[in-house]
């Protein structure tokens, strides 16, 4: 049986964001902690006893401490039942949490070799003791089987895909430890439970939805997708940036070339929009964009959201 927990939906800087005041944030504020939402990470199990994240976002601690889950086993000392993290990319809103997890517990990083030269290239992420902390280099359309911290299997295999992006924000301007050419600076996840079969698509950064992504995506029973922002100016018209969403490697939620229109004919039983950020309007419960959203068939979570399939 697949279980999946959203241990947070927002993007990068959460809701509230530490120095925002737009209307999401303000909201958040005032309105009760059911608007707060954490930096965007997912954590999934085969069997409800050993688990891995997706991501590892700057919240990561106060996720683990939210999510009973993930609390080291009963009368242990020292324990974690988290075995691996699978990063899709390398900005700091999936790597920053990493710096969390430095105390000498076991467990692997999957990561493609280009996100894994960035954390190479930075000797902050050497506190994760090598001894303890392997780093396993994973392959477009190679799927692999995440292993537990004791080597056994853990009957779910994961296929990672390349989906238009961008490298991470940090490194424009400079040279890429990994490399300029080739895919694998954002990923989407398809993770499967071996033995029913059931499977989820995660895609938490996208900045186009082309035909080969619906034709991958096509018939799924649950899909986590890019939800950062409703349209594609919103950042600019708002005051809050200079940049466009599908310049920071985005697609909008809205419009005609947007996620909700060009994903509505696929036959996707649950759609989760996630790592959606402070400026979104359909993050307002009362919003008309939370209203369009759901009405196409679309979620936004609360953080803490548990699925299973």
């Not at 969390?100 to 990561?111: L, N």
């Not at 902390?133 to 994961?158: C, H, K, M, N, Y």
């Not at 310049?247 to 909008?252: D, E, I, L, P, Q």
């Not at 070339?257 to 400026?279: P, Y």
């Amino acid at each position: 049986m697949l279980r999946v927990v959203v241990l947070g939906a927002a993007a990068g800087g959460g809701v509230p964001q530490w120095n925002c005041g737009c209307d999401g944030c303000r909201a958040a504020r005032s309105g009760g902690h059911e608007l707060h939402r954490t930096q965007a990470s997912v954590a999934f199990s085969g069997d409800g006893e050993h688990w891995f994240l997706i991501n590892a976002s700057p919240d990561l601690r106060q996720q683990l401490n939210a999510t009973p889950q993930l609390h080291p086993r009963a009368g242990a000392l020292r324990h974690t039942p988290i075995a691996g993290v699978i990063l899709t990319n390398s900005e700091v809103d999936a790597v920053a949490g990493l710096l969390s997890m430095r105390e000498s517990s076991p467990f692997t990083i999957y990561a493609h070799e280009k996100v894994l030269a960035i954390l190479a290239s930075n000797s902050i992420f050497n506190v994760l003791n090598e001894k303890h902390v392997r780093r396993q280099p994973i392959s477009i359309r190679e799927p692999f089987e995440p292993r537990l911290t004791d080597g056994a299997r853990s009957g779910l295999e994961v296929m990672a895909f390349a989906v238009p992006g961008k490298s991470a924000w940090y490194l424009e301007g400079k040279t890429h430890p990994g490399g300029e050419n080739g895919d694998g600076d954002t990923l989407g996840l398809k993770i499967t439970d071996k033995a029913t079969g059931k499977c989820f698509y995660f895609i938490a950064a996208c900045a186009e939805v082309t035909d080969a992504l619906k034709a991958e995506i096509d018939g799924a029973a649950l899909v986590f997708f890019d939800g950062t922002v409703w349209r594609d100016d919103e950042m600019i018209r708002a005051g809050l940036g200079h940049k466009t969403g599908k310049s920071m490697g985005h697609v909008a939620m809205s419009g005609e070339g947007g996620a909700i229109a060009r994903l509505a004919d696929l036959a996707i039983d649950r759609k989760i929009f996630l790592h959606i950020n402070n400026s979104n309007p359909a993050l307002l419960p009362a919003s008309p964009e939370r209203k369009a959203t759901e009405e196409a068939g679309w979620q936004i979570p609360a953080d803490g959201t548990e699925i299973v399939l």
